[in-house]
């Protein structure tokens, strides 16, 4: 009986260590599988990873290629280079140096401004292609304005239809200069004459909005002629901007019995043509424009003033926004 038993829990053993060893050998099975499974995934992974070695990390991009700059000076000098010749002064515009400064007491208030204060350069005397293309060679907002189409100088107005905004550089008569332009405004004329003239400039130039005066000393002095000229502009809603040629202009006057602002220009740039006097006349203009709000000066397309404004380009950007005649007026 001792025996049987003995012989039972042997058997039971063995049974045990039977299904223990199964067991064992299926989780090594499983995990062999899992391990395999593994080993192949990653091989197949790191063969569609691209591998990332030092020398990718410091491989150079290809050089930009150079850009071969033209010097601006060299262009000016090469479209303007027929007008120099000629363009011996610009003094012609004005009676006296005097005039040539801001005035000592200022057309305008002193303003609070919140914005930078805005300067705006008009060129006067534009009528060439050359001139054009070197006025614009700048990239600075600076006014063209164009004189009117002359025998000697005939394509001004076509010059101008291809612009966006322009003024014209009406010619008035002056105190003492004698090589005026054709068709100057004199101030014998009357209203009916004075307003074919505008109505003349307005087919020669449909988007003109703005007319400074060329010369003009002796015609702005005058109140009856400027009357009669302010009453034209205002039929073809153009605004006046004086040049202030002479100390005795009568445009604040007139403009205040019209109802309308008087605006003018502030510093003229190259009464002297010689680049130093410029560029100390550009930093006036930018004093008053920190001073007031805003400052208007007039130049010319002389080589040297348009290279003048392109040395100043920096001190543009840091003191004022140029910009166009209407945003000013």
């Keep these: 009986m001792a025996k049987s038993k003995k ?31 593994y080993y192949f995934g990653y091989s197949n992974a790191e063969e569609k990873i691209p591998k990332f070695s030092k020398e990718w990390h410091v491989r150079k991009l290809p050089a930009k290629p150079k850009i071969q700059k033209v010097s601006v000076n060299k262009q000016l000098q090469e479209v303007l280079k027929s007008e120099s010749k000629s363009y011996n002064s ?18 305008k208030e002193i303003k609070r401004y919140v914005t930078k204060p805005k300067l705006a350069i008009i060129i006067d005397d534009v009528q060439t292609a050359s001139q054009v293309r070197a006025v614009k060679s700048l990239n600075l907002p600076l006014t063209m304005s ?21 003024m014209v550089h ?13 068709y100057t405004l004199r101030v014998n004329e009357s209203q009916q004459e004075l307003l074919q003239r505008i109505a ?77 006097y410029i560029l100390g006349q550009i930093k006036k203009a930018i004093a008053v424009a920190k001073a007031h709000g805003t400052a208007i000066a007039i130049g010319h397309p ?24 209407n945003k000013i007026y």
């Design 146 to 166: 164009f004189l009117p189409p002359r025998p000697a100088r005939p394509n001004s107005a076509k010059l101008a239809a291809h612009e966006k905004f322009y």
């Design 200 to 276: 003349d400039i307005k087919k020669l130039f449909p988007k003109v909005a703005y007319i400074n005066n060329h010369t003009g000393s002796k015609f702005t002095s005058n109140e009856v002629a400027m009357n009669r000229l302010i009453f034209a502009l205002n039929k073809y809603h153009i605004h006046f901007i004086d040049s202030r040629t002479t100390a005795q202009t009568k445009a604040p006057k007139v403009l205040r019995n019209f109802g309308l602002k008087y605006v003018a220009r502030d510093v003229f740039l190259d009464h002297h043509m010689d680049k130093p």
């Design 7 to 37: 012989s039972k829990k042997s058997h039971n053993s063995s049974k045990i260590l039977t299904y223990t060893a199964w067991t064992l050998a299926l989780v090594a099975l499983v995990l062999s599988s899992i391990l395999i499974g």
């Design 90 to 107: 610009a003094a012609h515009e004005i009676d006296n140096e005097a005039l040539a400064n801001p005035p000592k007491v200022l057309h």
């Design 170 to 182: 009406l010619p008035m008569e002056a105190m003492h200069f004698h090589k005026e332009e054709p």
């Design 302 to 325: 002389h080589k040297n003033t348009l290279e003048a404004l392109y040395e100043s380009k920096k001190l543009f950007a840091k003191d004022v926004d140029l910009v166009l005649i």
